[in-house]
């Protein structure tokens, strides 16, 4: 166990829906990464947040949005989604922003779209 | 941005014996390089990581070496168990351009430990 928890755990829905997923950072973690893991494009970092704060963007689709609240906890929005959406999305945490910072990842959300 | 290539896609290798994964990256400001493992529906655990100014690191079973001239670095099993079957991630960071800070991962390798 990593300490980084997500919730939920599994998500089916339709296409043109919108999701929210939750991240909570180990304790003591400020920075929150969200990452992508489908067949096709393999494990991708979409955005950063430290301490509230957008840090970096990745290949985040504009659809896509996140946020990280002032308990530190992040969630991740999917709009209008799309069929090639369907893919498990991790949170991890690290204590600083810093590139060489150890992250560590949680369970993740296994999304469907259908 | 950084590009991670990582070989090779599946690896079998007997138990006891030993495995080698390679992975290259293209951004030279590049300075953090972990390895995570992955098993089958579960999350990436971080399982040794190596930064640009320490050319090798071992713990226990598995080490990882660093070439920054050549812009590669390995990771090294040796004695593998039935456990180690799993699919390994290489991963750099490249703080170049905007400043991000998101790991750019390999594509993986699938590592099959045959008893």
């Known amino acids: 166990d990593s300490g980084v928890t997500q919730t939920p755990k599994h998500l089916i829905t339709a296409t043109g829906q919108r999701v929210t997923l939750r991240c909570s950072p180990r304790?003591?973690?400020?920075?929150v990464y969200w990452y992508q893991q489908s067949l096709d494009q393999g494990l991708q970092f979409l955005i950063q947040y430290y301490n509230g704060e957008e840090r970096a963007k990745g290949n985040i689709l504009e659809r896509f949005s996140a946020q990280q609240f002032p308990d530190l906890h992040s969630e991740l929005n999917l709009s209008s989604l799309e069929l090639g959406d369907s893919a498990l999305y991790f949170c991890?945490?690290?204590?600083?922003?810093?590139?060489?910072?150890?992250?560590?990842f949680g369970p993740g959300t296994r999304l469907t779209v259908l | 941005g950084e590009n991670v290539e990582q070989h090779p896609s599946t690896l079998s290798v007997q138990e006891g014996d030993s495995a080698v994964i390679k992975c290259t990256y293209s951004?030279?400001?590049?300075?953090?390089f972990p390895w995570y493992k992955q098993e089958l529906g579960k999350r990436p655990q971080l399982i040794i990581d190596?930064?640009?100014?320490?050319g090798e690191k071992k713990d226990q079973r598995i080490a990882v070496t660093l070439n920054k001239t050549a812009k590669h670095f390995s990771l090294h099993i040796t004695e593998t168990q039935p456990e180690d079957s799993a699919v390994y991630f290489c991963?750099?960071?490249?703080?170049?351009?905007?400043?991000?800070?998101?790991?750019?991962f390999g594509k993986g390798t699938h590592l099959i430990i045959q008893p």
């Open positions: 190596i930064r640009s100014n320490v």
């Open positions: 991963a750099a960071t490249s703080n170049s351009g905007g400043g991000a800070d998101g790991l750019t």
């Open positions: 304790s003591g973690d400020l920075s």
């Open positions: 951004d030279s400001a590049s300075n953090y």
């Open positions: 991890a945490s690290s204590v600083e922003p810093l590139r060489d910072s150890e992250q560590f």
